[in-house]
């Protein structure tokens, strides 16, 4: 069964580093998103992506994020200078034809 | 403003017996609602997804049922097994846009007792 892949893991950055969350999309699939979950509380929508260009975000992806599909394939989520409140579930996910999101297993970063 | 939320944060039932989760939605304007199950440490599954023109669904062994009168959704889960332990979230996605946002409730912690 296609699935959605994520990289690293697991992430643990100094406050302030740059930190690049990768996910490789299912194939077929043409919207991309981004979420992360604080621990314990909900899925938290940041960003929405089609056509090589982001169509929705929320107010938390402030201009402190970033994303990009730089070879085709990849789908990334730049923190450019990561705060402690950034620590978190980032999950990504990817729309199949019916509407429904599958996502991945996500990447936890820490951020010290 | 858009909000869901669920009504219980913790559910308890006896292996075997039937589960119902509820979730209520404020934006009357949400025309497509899912369910996801989300074990520790993993991201969220898709149960089962239901949209505004309908007032019930079933899958395989789960059944959805909105009540748009009282903005309203409900997951049932028949015979609940152990491995049905998790956290489940119901979302909403509110037009325009398309399926550009999904909106996700708190959750609700459903332990199976074996």
């Known amino acids: 069964e296609p699935e959605v892949t994520q990289t690293p893991s697991h992430q643990v950055t100094q406050m302030g580093q740059e930190v690049i969350l990768r996910c490789v999309p299912i194939s077929n699939h043409l919207y991309f998103y981004w979420y992360r979950q604080i621990l314990g509380q909900k899925v938290e929508f940041l960003v929405s992506f089609y056509n090589n260009e982001i169509s929705e975000k929320s107010e938390i992806f402030d201009d402190q994020f970033s994303v990009e599909r730089p070879d085709g394939s990849n789908f990334t989520l730049k923190i450019r200078s990561t705060k402690l409140e950034d620590s978190a579930m980032y999950f990504c996910?990817?729309?199949?034809?019916?509407?429904?999101?599958?996502f991945g297993e996500g990447s936890r970063l820490t951020v010290l | 403003g858009e909000s869901v939320g669920l009504h219980l944060p913790t559910l308890s039932v006896q292996e075997g017996d039937n589960s119902i989760i509820n979730c209520a939605y404020s934006n009357s304007a949400s025309d497509y609602f899912i369910w996801y199950k989300q074990e520790s440490g993993k991201g969220p599954q898709f149960i089962i997804d239901i949209r505004s023109n309908m007032d019930k669904r079933q899958g395989q062994r789960v059944t959805v049922l909105l009540n748009k009168t009282v903005k309203h959704l409900s997951l049932q889960i028949a015979a609940t097994q152990p491995g049905d332990s998790a956290v489940y979230f119901c979302a909403e996605n509110t037009p325009p846009g398309g399926y550009q946002k999904v909106t996700f409730g708190t959750g609700t912690k459903l332990q199976v007792i074996p």
């Open positions: 996910a990817t729309r199949g034809q019916g509407g429904e999101l599958f």
